[in-house]
């Protein structure tokens, strides 16, 4: 598996899928949540609710995923996945260790071979950069995937730094 660390805003990403850090109501919100939602349309809203009504009626549980389509987006998938909020107490790294592992595995299982992540709970949810870094870091060196390229798609230089770090010595991290 090849890891590429940029800077960039993700909606425009023309890979297989890529994650949106949302929360468990999967109705949207701010930050990367909203941006997906403003850049993809009403299409994926609706596929959204729709699995509220139907397989997840009291929302998606932190550090688990779900894909839809992609409305749109120039992706074929959005894989949504809820990381831990700090400000509500949920301080524990493997949730957010979880969220990379459960994107992977769902990516897996709808073939997706090319996969774009945000720095989940980074924003909004309070996690510092370096420890969503290592958590990310941990899940793909822990992971056994058919996904071929992971692209980490970091919104300011300080995060990007941040996964700099932490995959400075990972054989898989190739710079674009
Ligand atoms: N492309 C890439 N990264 C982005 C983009 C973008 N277009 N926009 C923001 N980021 P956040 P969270 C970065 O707050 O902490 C929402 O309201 C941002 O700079 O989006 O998991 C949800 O509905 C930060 O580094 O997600 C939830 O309620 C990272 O994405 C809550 O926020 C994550 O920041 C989730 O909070």
Request: some cysteine.
């Amino acid at each position: 598996m090849r890891i590429e660390l940029v800077r960039g805003d993700i909606t425009r990403e023309g890979v297989d899928a890529i994650v949106n850090a949302a929360n468990s109501s999967l109705l949207g919100g701010g930050g990367v949540d909203g941006a997906i939602h403003q850049a993809a349309g009403p299409k994926l809203l609706a596929e959204c609710q729709e699995l509220r009504r139907t397989t997840l009626p009291h929302g998606l549980p932190v550090g688990q995923a779900v894909a839809t389509g992609a409305g749109e987006l120039p992706c074929r998938w959005v894989i949504h996945t809820v990381g831990p909020n700090r400000h509500a107490g949920q301080t524990n790294p493997d949730l957010l260790r979880s969220c990379f592992t459960a994107s992977l595995r769902v990516a897996d299982q709808i073939g997706v071979k090319s996969l774009a992540f945000p720095a989940i709970s980074a924003g909004v949810y309070g996690w510092a950069a370096d420890q969503v870094a290592v958590a990310a870091r941990a899940a793909l060196d822990g992971a056994t995937s058919q996904v071929n390229l992971v692209r980490f798609v970091l919104f300011n230089v300080q995060i990007l730094k941040a996964f700099r770090e932490a995959f400075a010595d990972s054989a898989a991290a190739a710079p674009r």
